[in-house]
């Protein structure tokens, strides 16, 4: 009877392997150590196991079933550590842990005597078999009570328990299933029962899975699982029950054992045909969705705008995996932290973090892996990840995608990680592509300001020549009229002359305005010197007055009584207050346009400068405009980041009044109650007294 060697042979070698593996992966864990001891007992067990198959005389038959049963007895109290271990309460039940390793030493006495092992003796085929004595009862309660009991336990907490270690659980169950009730195939014979151990091989399909459960963090689902695993049972089952079968029935032992040998061979080939076949057809979904991540992963290179790249990302998952929410974060080199920028929530109210530092321990797990992470191997309780997939460019961390629960708090497997792997090195390229757009954008941008600037310029001197010959036509006519004064009447006369004198008074005005615009529009030198703060407000209403003026703008000044000189370049100051005073207006202008003005309100903008220490000096530039919303206060300061329409604004000059702020050692910021409630930029400067 080679099979039940061989079996017990298979068991030991496949328990040796896998408690090896657990102790080397980790030892200074308390599962893996627990584990190591479980399965180590079911290994010795195993070789003694064979060792007595093997024998051929009844003493050495007796001493390897006392030896085997002296390893058997640990099993139970082994298996009660891990599964307290497994669930996280080996502390609670440490007491019960302790007491029961010593109920196994007791047996472990009595084994060495016919209280436990009287003798051996044939039964059905087996030349020796062991005759349980008065203390071998008391050994199976405490195995089936205390194996009983650890499952309970395990099923108590189950609920508590989500993702890889809710599935480790459900590895368990199935694992006991298969392999206790495979082991316990050996008792009856002990008292005389006549059933044939068959299911011994099956305790190795139990370590197997338990291994799989505790060690391994990508798991398959528990329907991969069993699929496998009902696959492995036919085959096997088939492969060697079959000769085994032909062998016991019609006495041809010879035959059957090469048979079984043949069939052994062809198995894996078998079993690895049947098993893709089956997987095929059960995973459908979830290849169907990994499929379409695939796919969207190479169409995305072709979305320019970053912001509608990553919120495509999460919507898209969502759509497609039916997590209950995912969220990307991108980092903000200003802030050094990882902002959360998008979210998409399908189920419940997860309490997502808005934002994460670079030594967040969730970051640093994606900083120190590269790859994605399931929940449980980051240690997050809140919120409850069931994947983080990182995304690099070079060597930093861009950005990383959370994503809560599958459908069923199915987890996810090896196969997800590894679509979601070419998802983020996909993100990756597309990040680059629309940073470089934006890049390019810019340019066109500056590009597009500076011509604008100089056609300005250019405008200005093709109006200041036929101005300057509007003046000296102005004095001609001035002295023909003095040569007249005796023809025309004096009222004529003076009406004229007052005439002439008006439009003199407004062609010197254009004067002065071409004067500032040129002054405006010029390259500035940077040049920081003292410069009276009234000069800067004779240039600044020389320029934007008829703009106030043609929108209806009632403009209000409030400045200082006293002299001030501030340590400033003229032109760049100027040019902060004309974007200012240019987003006031067209900010007041929007919301009469869209009707949201009331009965009080009022085109009004008020520049109040006072000093707020002896030498700084505090300019609040405020209006009755749309507001601002309170998210977008910081972000209007940004590159490219408008809330006006296209053909009105090029979201720089905001961006440029920071700059030029900041260059003159100040700080600007602006401030509003909200939508419709006006805003307030203010910036502060020092200044010679």
């Not at 108590?156 to 169950?173: L, T």
């Not at 802030?335 to 997860?350: A, E, T, V």
């Not at 004096?490 to 305005?513: G, V």
Request: charged share 20%.
């Amino acid at each position: 009877m080679i099979f039940f060697p061989l079996s017990a042979l298979v068991n030991a070698i496949t328990s040796t392997i896998v408690s090896i593996i657990a102790l080397v992966k980790n030892p200074k864990s308390d599962l893996n150590r627990s584990f190591c001891y479980f399965a180590s007992s079911v290994a010795l067990w195993s070789y003694c196991y064979f060792f007595w198959q093997l024998s051929r005389d009844a003493n050495a038959a007796l001493f390897w079933c006392r030896t085997l049963m002296g390893f058997a007895i640990f099993i139970p109290s082994a298996f009660f550590h891990f599964s307290t271990t497994l669930i996280g309460q080996r502390q609670k039940y440490g007491h019960k842990i302790i007491f029961w390793y010593c109920v196994s030493i007791i047996f472990l006495v009595l084994d060495f005597t016919p209280l436990f092992v009287k003798d051996v003796r044939p039964r059905l085929f087996f030349p020796f078999w062991p005759t349980a004595g008065i203390a071998y009862a008391p050994f199976l309660l405490m195995f089936i009570g205390l194996t009983l009991y650890s499952h309970i336990l395990m099923f108590k907490n189950w609920k508590f328990f989500s993702g890889v270690r809710r599935n480790q659980i459900k590895y368990i169950f199935l694992g006991t299933a298969i392999g206790f009730l495979g082991g316990t195939t050996n008792y009856p014979l002990w008292y005389d029962i006549k059933i044939i151990p068959i299911g011994n091989i099956f305790v190795s399909v139990y370590v197997f899975l338990v291994f799989y459960a505790i060690i391994k963090f990508r798991l398959m689902d528990i329907s991969t699982l069993l699929v496998r695993v009902s696959v492995f049972l036919i085959v096997y089952a088939t492969v060697l029950g079959v000769p085994f079968y032909v062998g016991y029935k019609y006495g041809l032992w010879k035959q059957a054992t090469w048979a079984m040998l043949v069939l052994a061979t062809l198995g894996p080939f078998i079993y690895l045909a049947l098993q893709r076949r089956a997987e095929k057809i059960i995973l459908k979904a979830q290849k169907t969705y990994q499929a379409a991540l695939r796919e969207i992963s190479f169409t995305m290179i072709n979305i320019k705008d970053l912001d509608l790249l990553l919120n495509n990302i999460v919507l898209k998952v969502v759509s497609l995996v039916s997590v209950t929410w995912a969220a990307i974060y991108f980092f903000d080199e200003k802030q050094k932290k990882f902002i959360l920028k998008h979210q998409s929530i399908r189920l419940g109210n997860p309490d997502l973090m808005q934002e994460y530092s670079f030594n967040s321990p969730l970051v640093e797990s994606l900083n120190q892996s590269r790859e994605p992470l399931i929940g449980e191997e980051i240690g997050l309780s809140s919120p409850k990840i069931g994947l983080a997939v990182p995304c690099f460019i070079d060597n930093d961390l861009v950005c990383f995608l959370l994503l809560g629960d599958k459908p069923k708090n199915a987890i996810f497997t090896q196969d997800d990680a590894s679509v979601f792997t070419v998802l983020s090195s996909q993100t990756a390229l597309a990040i680059q592509n629309c940073q470089f757009y934006s890049q390019e954008r810019q340019r066109q941008q500056y590009m597009r300001v500076a011509s604008l600037d100089r056609q300005m310029a250019g405008l200005a001197h093709e109006i200041d020549n036929p101005n300057s010959a509007l003046l000296g036509s102005l004095g001609s006519l001035e002295l023909v009229l003095d040569d007249l004064k005796e023809v025309i009447p004096t009222d004529k006369m003076e009406y004229l002359k007052k005439k002439i004198e008006r439009a003199r008074f407004n062609s010197k005005r254009i004067s002065k305005m071409i004067t500032s615009v040129r002054e405006f529009s010029r390259a500035s030198t940077g040049e920081v010197i003292p410069i009276k703060f009234e000069w800067i407000m004779e240039g600044l209403l020389n320029i934007i007055e008829p703009q106030f003026k043609y929108n209806g703008v009632n403009f209000i000044q409030e400045l200082p009584n006293e002299e001030v000189w501030l340590r400033a370049n003229k032109v760049e100051i100027e040019q902060v207050l004309v974007n200012l005073g240019t987003n006031s207006t067209q900010a007041i202008n929007e919301i009469w346009l869209k009707g949201q003005n009331s009965p009080e309100s009022k085109k009004e903008i008020t520049l109040r400068a006072y000093k707020t220490t002896p030498n700084t000096l505090r300019i609040d530039f405020s209006d009755t405009g749309g507001g601002i919303k309170k998210e977008l206060l910081e972000d209007i300061f940004l590159d490219f980041v408008t809330t006006k329409g296209s053909a009105e604004g090029t979201g720089l000059g905001l961006s440029i009044s920071r700059k030029i702020i900041q260059k003159h050692n100040g700080k600007i910021w602006a401030e509003s109650e909200g939508e419709n409630k006006g805003a307030v930029f203010t910036h502060r400067h020092r200044f010679f007294s």
